[in-house]
């Protein structure tokens, strides 16, 4: 709450406050008795709202990850060695094995294919392993409370106050991340209530323990995303000599076939239309820019980055599914190992340079979004220099020369 208003009008009312409150405790317990009525206005019972809400409690933990910025970036290499590691992918390989029939169901009643189901099982709670041990409610009622979630997390709570009165779970079992994502498909309360699936009809929607809810929820969301029954994520490629990076892009979606007119093939040598529709709607991505690995991406990638709006998650997920289905994910060209990415205040920096330079990279904030890769971009086209709006260390050394040496005179 603190965040969304001036602070000056706020000392005068919480200063008194402050001095007789430890934490914040009756400031939270004000606010939980006058979010009643906005909920109560969005469908909840009072009755329900006073039940459920009475134990509802500020998570200190919570409000700490909240606040926190995330210092370092994974790298995307980082990222994969994790996401589709030895274990993960053995791990994979046995609950696949041990839920075969039950996921061929699944599969065939969705339209999804079992490795994508079970390759996003492996990533959002290994496997049913991790789901996250904090009470949704209060979690939830946290983020609402204040900080810079307010809006998420009040939405949030009215969508878990709605599962627990539609009795799809009880209160006991709903738990998940601090931030609110639960079970073993980490859905958050919105997505759980449109997607999530009773399948074997015992009147809960459980993720939390019943294989067939957790599996067909998963799938229904894909489905539902546009994913199409075997049909490929997309793969690597290379590109011509000469090709403008800056259309590589998530957002810039053409044929395959006006790719294979810029002279783009597989990366194995064959042409983009070899098993493939050329009329399909494919983009191209470069995770680690110009010096990294390049593919194209087509419908299937598009459905799993609406489960999470991340490209190195999408990523995880395509190649994590190809190796439970025992199909080759080793790449042509390497990752850029030697090109580390940068950490918060060498991204702020990164910023600055740009705007010093007179271009736009939006606020300096150390988030690189599409604002900074825009004029990432254009600083590195008016160099000469691959248009790939990457911000790594080498970059940042190019945009940040460092002081030259004074001149040695003898
Ligand atoms: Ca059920």
């Known amino acids: 709450m603190l965040a969304a208003y001036p602070a000056r009008l706020l000392t005068g009312i919480f200063s008194m406050w402050a001095m007789f409150t430890p934490a914040g405790a009756e400031d939270f317990d004000a606010w939980k008795e006058s979010f009643r009525a906005t909920a109560i206005a969005q469908g909840i019972s009072a009755e329900l709202y006073d039940q459920e809400m009475a134990s509802v409690s500020k998570i200190p933990r919570v409000m700490e990850l909240n606040g926190a910025q995330p210092e370092f970036t994974k790298a995307v290499w980082q990222y994969l060695e994790i996401a589709v590691s030895e274990k993960r992918v053995s791990d994979g390989r046995n609950n696949m094995a041990l839920h075969e029939d039950l996921l061929a169901e699944i599969e065939t009643a969705y339209g999804v294919d079992a490795e994508v189901i079970a390759a996003i099982w492996g990533l959002e709670s290994s496997y049913g392993r991790i789901m996250g041990d904090y009470d949704t409610l209060s979690a939830l009622a946290t983020l609402g409370h204040e900080g810079r979630r307010i809006t998420f997390g009040r939405s949030q709570l009215i969508a878990a106050l ?86 590589a892009d998530r957002g810039n979606r053409q044929s395959l076939a006006f790719w294979q007119g810029l002279g783009v093939i597989r990366a194995n040598g064959t042409a983009l239309s070899d098993n493939a529709d050329l009329n399909a709607d494919a983009a191209i991505i470069l995770p680690a820019g110009a010096n990294g690995p390049a593919f194209i991406i087509l419908q299937n990638f598009r459905a799993i980055l609406r489960y999470n709006n991340s490209t190195s998650y999408a990523l995880g997920i395509s190649l994590l599914s190809d190796q439970l289905a025992g199909r080759d994910t080793s790449l042509v060209k390497p990752w850029p190992v030697q090109d580390r990415p940068l950490n918060l205040e060498e991204r702020k920096a990164l910023q600055q340079a740009l705007s010093d330079k007179g271009y736009n990279p939006g606020p300096v904030d150390g988030i690189i979004g599409a604002g900074t890769r825009k004029a990432l971009r254009q600083w590195q086209k008016d160099q000469g220099l691959p248009a790939d709006g990457y911000a790594s260390a080498l970059i940042l050394a190019r945009l940040m020369p460092e002081p030259s040496q004074p001149q040695n005179n003898e």
């Open 162 to 247: 709605k599962i627990l009165q539609n009795d799809y779970a009880d209160r006991a079992t709903l738990k998940g991340s601090w931030a609110g994502a639960m079970g073993q498909t980490q859905f958050i309360p919105t997505t759980y209530l449109a997607y999530a699936v009773d399948y074997d009809g015992d009147g809960h929607r459980d993720l939390w323990g019943n294989h067939g809810d957790v599996f067909a929820s998963t799938a229904n969301y894909l489905s539902r995303s546009g994913y199409i029954a075997n049909d490929p994520w997309g793969f690597e490629i290379t590109l011509p000599e000469g090709f403008d990076y800056a259309i």
